[in-house]
């Protein structure tokens, strides 16, 4: 623990003007950041007597190492800079809402030349108009399918509109009328995109121009007794007043806000948002956060407009925000806000009539969210807590684990042989620390030299840093000399001088390895080799799930039952996981190769118009020269080369199903088995990795 005046800055030093500081700990990771007015008055406020600070500031200020400021000219420039920060950072001390899912939004992809109405989650994406966040991506889909009655716009994939163009048959949408069918010419370009603007503006909450124009022409096509059309007409204003009705006029003046309310105790904060467009609650959203530091309803608040408009632009920024305090001070808020809009808005508290009656509603709906949290959050802390006191008891450690690393070996037959390291935090996962690796020390198949190897690298980077950075240095501690072309695979390639992250800079108090005895013994051994002996190391082996220790005989049994034993099985298993996501895709790009890749000056494109017009390798390999001459882009040289090449490689073997015995045509994928024992497809697409670097 850090006595705050070893490092507070002299008197004088600290300028009194606007500007955003920096708490950093020991490591030089930033811990907090925060913005002021005045520098000097607010960071005055965290070097006094520590019984006078909020227990959150105490610990902050005794876990930090240093502070450090930058001036800037005004406050909105300060707000700009804070926010920029934290996202960058990600300092532990500050207020993040942890939005619990990724909402969806209605898209109009107005960017394609033939726009797609669908269900998009995740960054927003230029030139594609969002309608939203809805609570579940099923109430998009009943809204869409009540519209395309009216706006027939396109809602197929790509595959499935080159495809149709290409037979000349539409979907059954097209056929059942709730597509135009572009795809095979049935309505041209321009009026299509015409009729996405209509979606759009419909959506945007211009519904009574559509609903007369069409009970006008209803009327019309009765007058004139068409009355199967007027049928159809009717049929189309009750699907329309349908969508309409799902969501409920809430403000009569058709006004354009978003409100933000705001539940909170001693510990957490629930913000619940409800987007209301025309009159009507377009979307909800909620977050939930730690308050790890001593901060107000107002701050809560300007927090919450931070992450909510930090990354809008345009339109994305209503007119209008309703929040329950205002930001002290308010102005520089709302001019960022009229920056990110540009245009003005108004950020106010509503006072009296339906404003006010719908605040109170979205502060209700926080006060749930929060309870619910609350019990969710309760029985998850203490099983954690109690997970890892049992971890520390069964491996007479001296505390509980707070980060552990788990290291697994993936490998197919001992080919394209990797590793990978997975970071636990309080018995949480830090996939932002996640690492991989490319064995090169040897080749073949040998677990146990595997696994010392990634050890060596792993800790002998980190005292690499050390020694580097002159936080801890030791004789004999040594680089690898590698840098990042030694196989280590780093996603995220941040720089440790910003005071982010660095590669291997933390220590774990516990190494666990996917394995028994002879894993355990190697990763014990690559640390003694680097005279580190302050880091605990166990193997879990999948067998009997038993946990081992060096220089132990027999190994610890958990029972069952124990959630110390559930949380390194949840620990081996992802880092399982992440090793055997890594290993398919280095093992699909090996299958992925064929002999035209060995023919010099042939590009990707070229091999891939030569495959488009024979249409398989097979094929290709029969050809004469003459005849490969004829696919554009490829001389006679070329073609020389090429039928040289093929006629030196040897036709692959055949290819066999290893479930049902049965040969496959070498035009087919094949499937083979990977170390694990599973059924995979040579070739076949990788499985997304969400969050992994």
């Keep these: 623990m850090a006595d705050p005046s070893s490092y507070r800055p002299k008197p004088g030093q600290i300028p009194d003007s606007p500007g955003v500081y920096r708490f950093r700990d020991e490591h030089r990771r930033v811990i907090y950041v925060g913005k002021a007015k005045s520098l000097r008055q607010r960071l005055a406020n965290y070097f006094q007597d520590l019984a006078n600070l909020h227990p959150r500031t105490r610990t902050m200020v005794t876990t930090a190492a240093s502070v450090e400021w930058t001036v800037v000219s005004t406050e909105v420039e300060a707000l700009q800079l804070e926010y920029s920060w934290i996202k960058e950072y990600d300092p532990r001390f500050n207020v993040k809402y942890r939005d619990d899912k990724s909402y969806p939004y209605l898209a109009v992809t107005m960017n394609e030349e033939f726009p797609r109405v669908q269900v998009m989650r995740g960054h927003k994406k230029k030139g594609v108009r969002y309608f939203g966040p809805y609570g579940h991506a099923w109430a998009i889909r009943d809204t869409v399918d009540l519209l395309l009655r009216v706006f027939p716009v396109r809602t197929c994939s790509a595959g499935v509109f080159k495809n149709a163009a290409r037979t000349?048959?539409?979907?059954?949408?097209?056929?059942?009328?709730?597509?135009?069918?572009?795809?095979?010419?049935?309505?041209?370009?321009?009026?299509?995109?015409?009729?996405?603007?209509?979606?759009?503006?419909?959506?945007?909450?211009?519904?009574?121009?559509?609903?007369?124009?069409?009970?006008?022409?209803?009327?019309?096509?009765?007058?004139?007794?068409?009355?199967?059309?007027?049928?159809?007409?009717?049929?189309?204003?009750?699907?329309?007043?349908?969508?309409?009705?799902?969501?409920?006029?809430?403000?009569?003046?058709?006004?354009?806000?978003?409100?933000?309310?705001?539940?909170?105790?001693?510990?957490?904060?629930?913000?619940?948002?409800?987007?209301?467009?025309?009159?009507?609650?377009?979307?909800?959203?909620?977050?939930?956060?730690?308050?790890?530091?001593?901060?107000?309803?107002?701050?809560?608040?300007?927090?919450?407009?931070?992450?909510?408009?930090?990354?809008?632009?345009?339109?994305?920024?209503?007119?209008?925000?309703?929040?329950?305090?205002?930001?002290?001070?308010?102005?520089?808020?709302?001019?960022?806000?009229?920056?990110?809009?540009?245009s003005n808005v108004s950020l106010r508290i509503p006072q009296r009539g339906d404003k006010r009656a719908l605040m109170e509603t979205v502060g209700r709906n926080a006060q749930q969210a929060l309870a619910l949290h609350k019990t969710k959050r309760a029985s998850d802390l203490t099983t954690r807590s109690r997970a890892l006191e049992e971890i520390a008891d069964a491996l007479d450690l001296d505390s509980a684990p707070l980060r552990i690393e788990c290291y697994d070996i993936s490998h197919l037959q001992g080919d394209d042989v990797v590793a990978s390291m997975v970071v636990f935090e309080d018995g949480l996962q830090r996939k932002g620390e996640y690492r991989r690796f490319q064995i090169k020390g040897f080749e073949g198949q040998d677990d146990v030299r595997s696994m010392h190897e990634v050890i060596t690298r792993r800790f002998r980077r980190y005292l690499a840093e050390k020694e580097r950075t002159g936080e801890w240095a030791e004789e004999g501690a040594q680089s690898d000399g590698a840098g990042d072309g030694d196989g280590f695979v780093d996603g995220n390639g941040l720089k440790d001088e910003s005071g982010r992250p660095r590669k291997f800079a933390y220590p774990p108090q516990l190494v666990v390895v996917d394995g028994g005895r002879p894993q355990v013994a190697a990763a014990k051994r690559a640390l003694d080799e680097l005279g580190i002996d302050d880091i605990a190391v166990c193997g879990l082996a999948k067998r009997l799930e038993e946990v081992w220790l060096p220089h132990d005989d027999d190994p610890v049994v958990l029972p069952r039952s124990s959630?110390?034993?559930?949380?390194?099985?949840?620990?081996?298993?992802?880092?399982?996981?992440?090793?055997?996501?890594?290993?398919?895709?280095?093992?699909?790009k090996r299958f992925r190769a064929g002999p035209l890749d060995d023919v010099p000056g042939l590009g990707e494109t070229r091999k891939q118009a030569l495959i488009k017009h024979f249409g398989s390798v097979k094929k290709l390999r029969s050809a004469t020269i003459d005849q490969i001459q004829e696919v554009p882009g490829i001389g006679r040289k070329t073609a020389e080369t090429i039928a040289a090449a093929l006629a030196q490689a040897a036709p692959a073997a055949p290819a066999v199903n290893t479930a049902t015995g049965e040969i496959i045509d070498d035009e087919e994928p094949a499937t083979t088995a990977d170390s694990s024992g599973e059924s995979v497809t040579a070739g076949a697409p990788d499985e997304r990795r969400g969050q992994e670097p």
């Design 168 to 342: 000349g048959r539409p979907c059954l949408l097209g056929y059942i009328g709730k597509c135009s069918a572009p795809c095979v010419g049935r309505i041209p370009v321009e009026e299509h995109r015409e009729l996405a603007e209509e979606f759009c503006d419909f959506m945007a909450g211009r519904t009574g121009t559509y609903l007369r124009r069409l009970e006008k022409r209803m009327m019309e096509a009765a007058e004139e007794m068409e009355y199967e059309r007027a049928a159809r007409l009717r049929d189309d204003v009750e699907a329309l007043k349908k969508a309409m009705e799902k969501n409920a006029v809430v403000l009569a003046d058709a006004t354009d806000a978003d409100l933000i309310a705001v539940a909170e105790d001693e510990l957490e904060a629930a913000v619940q948002i409800f987007h209301v467009r025309g009159g009507r609650v377009r979307g909800q959203r909620g977050w939930v956060t730690d308050k790890v530091e001593e901060v107000t309803t107002a701050a809560l608040v300007e927090h919450a407009l931070q992450q909510l408009y930090g990354e809008e632009t345009g339109d994305a920024v209503p007119k209008e925000v309703l929040v329950p305090a205002l930001p002290d001070p308010v102005e520089p808020v709302q001019d960022w806000l009229t920056g990110r809009r540009g």
């Design 563 to 588: 959630e110390g034993l559930y949380l390194l099985q949840r620990v081996r298993d992802e880092a399982h996981r992440f090793a055997i996501t890594y290993q398919r895709t280095k093992r699909a």
